[in-house]
């Protein structure tokens, strides 16, 4: 079969073996927003023809695609859900040369019962054999961080945290972005703002030190915007591990942003499980087997 | 005398009389920022000229204007600071029209050893009697919130909260503005987004639930940017007051601004009372009457 994690910048596709390994991969810049005049079947074909000339004619799809503003609209299903749930609830799509299916969003609300609703990376965390037979935590990194509970093979819950783009609009919009020049993401400036994470104050008066340590010398500005980084993801994972002590964390990502936050959850009193993007491989053969294809 | 509060964007300039009553005041846009090529003598001269032809010649002026930014750069004082140690550390300005003086901005470090600085809000603090007299704490609301703590008459350390900033950057240039549109900035809206603040998951988890609450009908566009707001103003308030139990909160600024901090310091469990901008004319003239002006 053919699995694609297609998202919101992104295309990656998987030809996926019987036995659930990669076959052969492709990736590129073609996500949802990328594709002109929702040209999707169109893309699609340009992007994984070669095997569908093999042969292969099962093609799943997570992610974005599946949302409103992609191919089409595949409705959430509640938590909690585990594989079975999700390929018995796969949205067909019109498509000439191959079975083409997509994989439902999840929804969930907050232990304050607030909405959350989230796609491609419920594919993602099925992907992680561990998680899906012990149960426990995964953290999927990037500009909408999401933390997922797995409990007895399900997705139980999971929250949402605005990281990624919250960093970007500080330091992009704001005064702190004004004595920050490019430097090394990683090492001493990083930690040293996950650990500041932990001080009375908040995160409102904690980010205002990194221009008031700038003025006064205490902090170079090529190693402001990972000290930034690392008070905000610090934030994050203190909040999110809040009540769990000691957990394992299942990291998924690409690998620089499993690295730091490796770093910082170590820093914070857990354990990271590092896994790269190939878990979305894993979680759709995994879909993928239990679906009717006829 | 004559006594002028110089911010960055604002110009606010009072007549006081010996009894430190208000005379007479005027207000301008003509801060630091939109005075062109550094004119802060013609500027004042014709904001002010009218009171120094009826032969006022004492002027202080507070604020960013004693910023490196500004007319003349005024070093700061460490804390704990009383007015008489400011007043006894007044900046002169050479100013053909009348005698000039620039008071110091304030440095401290917070609990944690890390820098912070204010340049017109020690002035503000310092002309709330009720804060000299019986101490505690006060609270300047705005871009970057200062949280001031008074004993025994002297500034004792305050921290400063990028509050205002981080909502502007959130509304203007990440998701969450996209299904923003204006409404009223107080009322339950606001009120349901300080009592988020409250909730487990941390800041960056609850600013997610703006959009996700907007998507599945929970939160009405026009009712998102002062739900947004209450969750800033909320962490803000409920940071600064950690560790105070029940605490008097003297609120310093615009009526609209104190109107909404002092429904939050109440939801937060605090008393707020209230003080607007001509708290600065107070100071001013408390750190006036106990300067050399020979």
């Known amino acids: ?108 609300t907050d232990s304050a019962g607030v909405a959350e609703v989230m796609r491609g990376e419920e594919t993602q965390v099925f992907g992680v054999p561990a998680l899906m037979t012990n149960g426990g935590i995964a953290c999927l990194p990037g500009t909408h961080s999401k933390w997922v509970r ?64 700038t003025l006064v010398g205490a902090l170079a500005e090529t190693d402001a915007g990972a000290y930034l980084s690392g008070i905000l993801i610090g934030h994050e994972i203190r909040a999110a591990m809040a009540g769990s002590d000691g957990p394992v964390v299942h990291v998924i990502g690409a690998p620089e942003l499993t690295q730091l936050y490796a770093t910082a959850i170590a820093a914070c009193g857990g354990y990271a499980e590092r896994h790269d993007g190939d878990a979305a491989a894993a979680g759709l053969s995994l879909i993928g087997e239990q679906a009717a294809w006829t």
């Open 150 to 213: 797995v409990e007895n093979g399900r997705i139980a819950s999971f929250t949402t945290h605005m990281t990624g783009e919250t960093y970007a609009a500080l330091r992009g919009h704001t005064i702190l972005g004004r004595t920050m020049r490019d430097g090394p993401a990683n090492g001493a400036p990083f930690e040293a703002g996950v650990r500041r994470s932990a001080d009375p104050g908040g995160l409102l008066h904690h980010i205002f030190g990194v221009r008031a340590q």
């Open 1 to 108: 079969m053919i699995g694609i994690d297609w998202g919101t910048t992104s295309f990656r596709a998987f030809r996926i073996a019987c036995d659930g390994s990669i076959r052969d991969r492709r990736a590129s810049p073609r996500g949802i927003l990328n594709v002109p005049d929702a040209r999707f079947g169109d893309t699609l074909r340009e992007e994984i023809g070669p095997w569908l000339a093999l042969g292969e004619d099962r093609v799943l799809l997570s992610g974005m695609i599946g949302s409103r503003q992609g191919w089409k609209e595949a409705p959430y299903l509640g938590c909690p859900t585990a594989p079975a749930d999700i390929a018995a609830a796969l949205t067909d799509i019109d498509f000439d040369w191959a079975r083409v299916k997509l994989v439902p969003g999840l929804s969930a």
